[in-house]
T-cell receptor, first 110, second 113 residues
């Protein structure tokens, strides 16, 4: 079935560094969503992208909707310890259901 | 309520036991979703309700899984004759009708022993 491929699978960075992660698909998506999940919690929506080429920011987070509509990127600038968690990309599939990637686990050392 | 509330937070079941997981969506949210998240994986869609109508149950892995939302508010996910492979976090989410980025609850972690 359809899969979203996220990379890298995990990242270990120093506080203050910038982070980049991406998500690719073999199919076209009309919407890309980025979620963050903390341990023991459900995913929380960070950014939603609705148009190819769109660049959207939310504080230190910036996400882009790839022009091919088959990929998306998330950047985090000047990372802080509370950025630790698992970042998921997701897109609507077969109606209202969302399909998720397997996530990128971010670790930040101070 | 302010957020999506799920109970219990943790459930340990013996293999073969039936379990019921509860979800209280955000007040006024028409759409309600159930997802299953295995360890180290992203959430996977199980089923979707619009008000009390179950419009999509294509993600339910077997006929041992059953979900209901009889009054269009609280929903229950029931798993009969639990198996070890059912061990996962079960996430509920709700949204206004047509909204794509919905709000998740904290989940119920089910462990089948």
């Amino acid at each position: 079935g359809q899969q979203l491929n996220q990379s890298p699978q995990s990242m270990f960075i120093q506080e203050g560094e910038d982070v980049s992660m991406n998500c690719t698909s073999s199919s076209i998506f009309n919407t890309w969503l980025w979620y963050k999940q903390d341990p023991g919690e459900g995913p929380v929506l960070l950014i939603a992208l609705y148009k190819a080429g769109e660049l959207t920011s939310n504080g230190r987070l910036t996400a882009q909707f790839g022009i091919t509509r088959k990929d998306s990127f998330l950047n985090i600038s000047a990372s802080i310890p509370s950025d630790v968690g698992i970042y998921f990309c997701a897109g609507p599939w077969a109606g209202t259901a969302l399909i998720f990637g397997k996530g990128t686990t971010l670790s930040v050392s101070s | 309520g302010a957020g999506v509330s799920q109970s219990p937070r943790y459930k340990v079941a013996k293999r073969g036991q039936d379990v019921a997981l509860r979800c209280d969506p955000i007040s006024g949210h028409v759409s309600l979703f159930w997802y299953q998240q295995a360890l180290g994986q992203g959430p996977e869609f199980l089923t979707y309700f619009q008000n009390e109508a179950q419009l999509d149950k294509s993600g339910l892995p077997s006929d041992r899984f059953f979900a209901e939302r009889p009054e269009g508010s609280v929903s229950t996910l029931k798993i009969q004759r639990t198996q070890q492979e059912d061990s996962a976090v079960y996430l509920c989410a709700s949204s206004l009708q047509g909204a794509v980025g919905y709000t998740f609850g904290s989940g119920t972690r089910l462990t089948v022993v």
